[in-house]
């Protein structure tokens, strides 16, 4: 038992600490594809520094759920990390406590509070942000089950550890159609859920068009380092579970040895890397969608989820 709590704390570290990395990695990518030199992959952890050194203002008529969103939406994909195969292919002290249907709850916990939040902090651009979100939420959501009820019937099960052996002892059907479609269902739902391009611009400033971003705009100081920060881990979190579960299981610690946990450090780090690029040219060959052609985008995700879970039988 002290074992695994070892190692589920070892996996919390890593994606604490790797999460402004990986975002940062991201946005050179992207200014790479774009023809500029962009800011420096560290450049996440001067801006959350710099925030935690500023004072936080906070509304006069807010309540205490504008004090307390930015912990559980900072708190919330932490907590998803225990329950994935982030570093390890063997089951860790708290992995069979929910399985990817609780972990899409609690993502969707901590979105939830950051979204009474943008309402309680009285800029009018919060609720207008808010409305937006909720309504890519409430497409989103579905394509998530739909997405979760093929893995199952796939996997036998909705434990990501399950699952991750699944496909690596089933090479037959890590190439099926039915797993293709999950992850080209499951990318769409990352890019939206996270708010890239072509749901979202993550780097535009122009609160009529915000999406994600308008959330955030009443929160100062060390709130809104953690917004930004969860956010980071959020990406990461979701980019595991595509990777380590569903795209790529291999790869990870086969044994507790600080050795083998060391190596899935740098073989995960390799492979996030490589889905950073993909990321980074489908920003960069997009454009971002009007908001009523979202629906479009995110409804062309549901129908491929649909059809993964219609041609299940067929290939098992």
Do not use: C
């Amino acid at each position: 038992m002290i074992q695994g709590l070892v190692l589920n704390l070892v996996q919390v570290v890593f994606v604490l600490a790797a999460a402004p990395l990986f975002r940062g990695v991201l946005n050179r990518f992207e200014e790479r594809l774009q023809g500029r030199l962009g800011p420096s992959i560290w450049q996440p952890y001067f801006d959350l520094g710099k925030l935690f050194h500023k004072d936080e203002v906070v509304p006069e008529d807010s309540t205490w759920i504008f004090r307390f969103a930015p912990f559980i939406y900072f708190v919330a994909p932490l907590l998803v990390t225990m329950l994935i195969p982030a570093l390890t292919d063997f089951p860790l002290f708290w992995a069979f406590m929910g399985d990817m249907v609780a972990a899409g709850f609690i993502l969707g916990l901590g979105g939830f509070f950051l979204t009474l939040a943008a309402i309680d902090g009285g800029n009018p651009y919060g609720p207008m942000g808010t409305s937006r979100t909720r309504l890519v939420s409430s497409l989103v959501e579905p394509i998530f089950m739909i997405v979760f009820f093929s893995v199952s019937f796939a996997a036998n099960s909705t434990i990501p550890y399950v699952v991750q052996a699944h496909w690596v002892t089933s090479t037959a059907a890590l190439v099926s159609p039915t797993h293709l479609l999950i992850v080209a269902a499951f990318v769409m739902v990352i890019l939206a859920e996270t708010g890239r391009i072509p749901v979202d611009n993550p780097s535009g400033h122009f609160e009529l068009a915000m999406i994600d971003e308008a959330k955030t705009l009443e929160f100062s100081g060390r709130s809104a380092a953690l917004v930004k920060w969860g956010g980071h881990i959020k990406l990461m979190v979701l980019s595991l579970v595509l990777l380590n579960v569903l795209v790529t299981p291999w790869g990870l610690a086969t044994s507790p040895a600080a050795g083998a946990v060391a190596l899935g450090v740098l073989l995960v780090s390799l492979k996030l890397v490589v889905f950073l690029a993909v990321v980074a040219g489908i920003e960069t060959s997009l454009a971002k969608l009007r908001l009523f052609r979202i629906e479009n985008f995110l409804g062309l995700a549901f129908v491929v989820a649909v059809l993964a879970m219609m041609v299940q039988p067929f290939h098992l």
